[in-house]
T-cell receptor, first 109, second 113 residues
Framework: GENVEQHPSTLSVQEGDSAVIKCTYS??????FPWYKQELGKRPQLIIDIRSNVGEKKDQRIAVTLNKTAKHFSLHITETQPEDSAVYFC????????FGKGTMLLVSP | DVKVTQSSRYLVKRTGEKVFLECVQDMDHENMFWYRQDPGLGLRLIYF???????EKGDIPEGYSVSREKKERFSLILESASTNQTSMYLCASNPGSTNEKLFFGSGTQLSVL
């Protein structure tokens, strides 16, 4: 089955800095790569996703890049704000999703 | 907006009890999923269902079963609860295509004593 590795497990940045979270996956059949944000005590919410026919996707301060050859994808957050503080999960799959273990992002004012 | 409702936010059960976790979605979604979330382990898929009365094992089905008698309702059953099943359980749903946004419930924190 699919195996998703996510790094780093924790990430601390200053407000205004950029943050990058990286994931690798093992199954070349995977064609869907979403990112979920989970604030403390809340349910996970989709923030951005990318499909295998696209190399990059951007939505305001958030972007995701995908390298299918190397089997890795990354989340980029620019101009971070304290409200970006949360746990972020990457996932990969083609029928069901396999999630990474999560990255706790802390943005300090 | 899609609503996925889990019947209990917190649940405390004893070892050996039979436990039912209920999930209801109101958007006529075909697919429903049960995940468990543990610190440092992310979300792991227990069972999923693509249709009424249909179920498929996920990555960690041992010790669990599910029931989907109606399209909107997906139940997770712990036949004989054990302490290692103490966890946060998240239900999710999405429309017919499997590669779609997952809508999560707010979760049930289950403690097995």
């Amino acid at each position: 089955g699919e195996n998703v590795e996510q790094h780093p497990s924790t990430l601390s940045v200053q407000e205004g800095d950029s943050a990058v979270i990286k994931c690798t996956y093992s199954d070349s059949a995977s064609n869907y790569f979403p990112w979920y944000k989970q604030e403390l005590g809340k349910r996970p919410q989709l923030i951005i996703d990318i499909r295998s026919n696209v190399g990059e996707k951007k939505d305001q301060r958030i972007a995701v890049t995908l390298n299918k050859t190397a089997k890795h994808f990354s989340l980029h957050i620019t101009e971070t704000q304290p409200e970006d503080s949360a746990v972020y999960f990457c996932a990969a799959g083609y029928s069901t999703l396999t999630f990474g273990k999560g990255t706790m992002l802390l943005v300090s004012p | 907006d899609v609503k996925v409702t889990q019947s209990s936010r917190y649940l405390v059960k004893r070892t050996g009890e039979k436990v039912f976790l209920e999930c209801v979605q109101d958007m006529d979604h075909e697919n429903m999923f049960w995940y468990r979330q543990d610190p440092g382990l992310g979300l792991r898929l227990i069972y999923f269902s693509y249709d009424v009365k249909m179920k498929e094992k996920g990555d960690i089905p041992e010790g669990y079963s599910v029931s989907r008698e109606k399209k909107e309702r997906f139940s997770l059953i712990l036949e004989s609860a054990s302490t290692n099943q103490t966890s946060m359980y998240l239900c999710a749903s999405n429309p017919g295509s499997t590669n779609e946004k997952l809508f999560f419930g707010s979760g049930t924190q289950l403690s097995v004593l």
